[in-house]
Each structure stands twice: as structure tokens, then as C-alpha cells.
């Protein structure tokens, strides 16, 4: 009995092991075929430079031009992401008649590295900073996910600045449950993990998944797993503890402007019950897509679709006429 107990033993760890190697190289296959799918040719954007805000530093700024008469949006993309990679299914369309302008927030995709401690208030006197260098006036503030307390920073620190804000799949605060403040805590482990290259498994995962939902977005795939390894483990983790600190609810009643919140009623990263509050505390009218937090990428034609409608909305609110 003892020998078949060993037997039996020494079958199921082998199973084991065979299962664990079967699944690295199955990650090795997925690696290689995202490195391997072609050159990391982007869709269409707009034009895009490298501007030095004095005092500041240099930020990577993507505009699509304009007349004055056209009102200002600004896209502030989320963790993680960069501008191209949370908003290229929108900028053709919101282009169509406004002044869209998106930067990469610091420590994001091509966005400035500072020797100063991630804040997300220094990101949001970054915008602010961009939206006065370009003379674009009063903006439209969009903000998804990280962008989102971005924008609301920028709306309490530079009012002047803001005409109108567009919440997507964010939240006033991000401390408040004790799984959540769990999860800030392990960012150090992430900082480990990325590192030391699991990283690159997790992006593909990512990727794989959005291509699932969305084929269309085979052709670009090596582009986006490109863009999204620009940013360093030790930026996203300092924005992740920035974004652990945070809490509006304090003051974001307090900001007197048209406001607009799309809810993603699938979103596993930001509960939507928490964005519905901060819909709330802002009295925006509120949109729904049905998806998860990677809308952008699974989702963009209706995202884009919801975006441009939430734009309107708020334009219309603040006395803004869209340019044709």
C-alpha cells in the first residue's frame, strides 16, 4: 500500500510539473507571437511632440490642431496606460469638431521621468501647464480610471482651466474598503514581480484578451504590447501608492462645473457602485457601457461612440460650441 501510495505520489507531481511547463511554454508561444506578429505599426493619431514646460520638464504631447473657435478636450488615460493606448478609439471621432489634446501623465508611456516622487497633483499642474503653453483655453477635462482624479485636481487647481469633465471608470477615493487598501499594500510585490519579468506574461494576457473580444485589433497588437512596456515598474507602482492616498470626497462636491460619468457596469478594478458615488457627488448625468475596465481596448467602437456623446453633452452644458 505504501509503495502505491508513493506511486500514486510521484504521479500526480509529475502531472504537476508537466502541467506547469506545459503552461510556461504555452506563455513562451504567446510571447513570441506578440514579438513576432509584425512591426509595431500604430493606427491613425494625431500629430505628436515633445514639448519642455518651463520649470517643469518635457512631456510627450499629442495635438490635433485646430481653430480657436473649436473647444479644447483633454485626455487624461488611466494606470498603466498611456494616452495612445487608452484613447486611440477616440480621437478621430472627438477631432471631428474639437481641439484634441492628450498627454502621457509622468511615468506613462513616453511621459516625462522625474527625479521627484510620483504626485498626482504634479500631474495635474503638468495639464495644466500643457493647456497654457498651447493657448487652448478652457478644456474639456476627460479622465479614465487614474485619469480621472487627475482631471478632478486639475478642475480644484486650476479652475480656470476647466470648462466641463467627462468621468470614465473612476472613483473618489480608493482607501475606503479594506480589500482595496490590501491591494495598495502589495504594490511592492508588483514592483518585484515586473522586474523580474512576469510583466511581459501579464501584458500578453492582457492583449490576448482584448483580441478575443475585439479581432479587429489583431493588426495592432504588437503595437500596443510596445507602448505598453515604455513605462517602467517603479513608475506604475509610484503612481499606484499615489493613487492608494487619494480621496476627493472631501472636496469634489465642491467643483462647480457640467460634468458626465460613463459607468463600465462590468469593472472589476473600479466597482461600479464607487463610480455611480462619485456620479453622484459631481450631479453628472451618467452613460453605461456594458464592459469590463479594459473598454478602450475590448469595446472602442462603443466607447468611442459614448465618449463623443458625453463630450456633447457637457459642451453644451458650459455654453461651448463644437467647430465643424
Known amino acids: 500500500?505504501?509503495?502505491t501510495a508513493r506511486t500514486i505520489t510521484a504521479a500526480v507531481a509529475a502531472s504537476a510539473v508537466a502541467v506547469v511547463a506545459a503552461k510556461a511554454m504555452a506563455r513562451r508561444r504567446v510571447r513570441q507571437t506578440v514579438l513576432s506578429a509584425g512591426a509595431p505599426l500604430p493606427p491613425a493619431l494625431p500629430p505628436g511632440r515633445v514639448m519642455n514646460l518651463p520649470g517643469r520638464g518635457e512631456v510627450?504631447?499629442?495635438d490635433?490642431?485646430?481653430t480657436s473657435a473649436r473647444p479644447a478636450v483633454l485626455l487624461l488615460h488611466g494606470w498603466t496606460a498611456s494616452a495612445d493606448i487608452n484613447f486611440f478609439p477616440v480621437y478621430a471621432g472627438v477631432a471631428e469638431s474639437y481641439r484634441v489634446i492628450a498627454l502621457d501623465l509622468r511615468g506613462h508611456g513616453r511621459g516625462m521621468r522625474s527625479v521627484e516622487p510620483f504626485s498626482l497633483e504634479d500631474c495635474a499642474d503638468d495639464a495644466a501647464a500643457v493647456l497654457d503653453q498651447l493657448g487652448a483655453g478652457r478644456a474639456i477635462v476627460v479622465g479614465y480610471s487614474m485619469g480621472g482624479p487627475v482631471g478632478l485636481l486639475l478642475a480644484r487647481?486650476?479652475?480656470?482651466?476647466v470648462a466641463a469633465l467627462v468621468m470614465q471608470a473612476t472613483a473618489l477615493e480608493w482607501q475606503r474598503a479594506a480589500r482595496e487598501r490590501a491591494v495598495w499594500r502589495l504594490l511592492p510585490v508588483m514592483d518585484l514581480v515586473l522586474r523580474f519579468g512576469a510583466g511581459g506574461v501579464f501584458v500578453d494576457r492582457v492583449f490576448r484578451r482584448a483580441v478575443e473580444e475585439a479581432p479587429e485589433l489583431a493588426g495592432y497588437r504588437p503595437w500596443l504590447a510596445a507602448e505598453f512596456r515604455r513605462a517602467t515598474a517603479r513608475d506604475l507602482v509610484a503612481a499606484g501608492r499615489a493613487l492608494g492616498r487619494y480621496d476627493a470626497s472631501p472636496w469634489a462636491r465642491q467643483l462647480n462645473v457640467p460634468a458626465a460619468m460613463l459607468v463600465t457596469t462590468r469593472d472589476r478594478l473600479v466597482r461600479p457602485a464607487k463610480q455611480r458615488e462619485l456620479a453622484q457627488m459631481l450631479r453628472a448625468s451618467v452613460s453605461e457601457i456594458d464592459a469590463d475596465h479594459d473598454a478602450p481596448l475590448a469595446?472602442?467602437?462603443?466607447?468611442a461612440t459614448l465618449t463623443?456623446?458625453?463630450v456633447d453633452k457637457v459642451a453644451a452644458a458650459?455654453?461651448?460650441t463644437p467647430g465643424r
Open 1 to 3: 500500500m505504501a509503495a
Open 60 to 62: 510627450f504631447v499629442r
Open 157 to 161: 487647481r486650476h479652475p480656470d482651466r
Open 299 to 303: 469595446k472602442g467602437g462603443e466607447y
Open 64 to 66: 490635433s490642431g485646430g
Open 308 to 310: 463623443r456623446l458625453a
Open 318 to 320: 458650459a455654453g461651448l
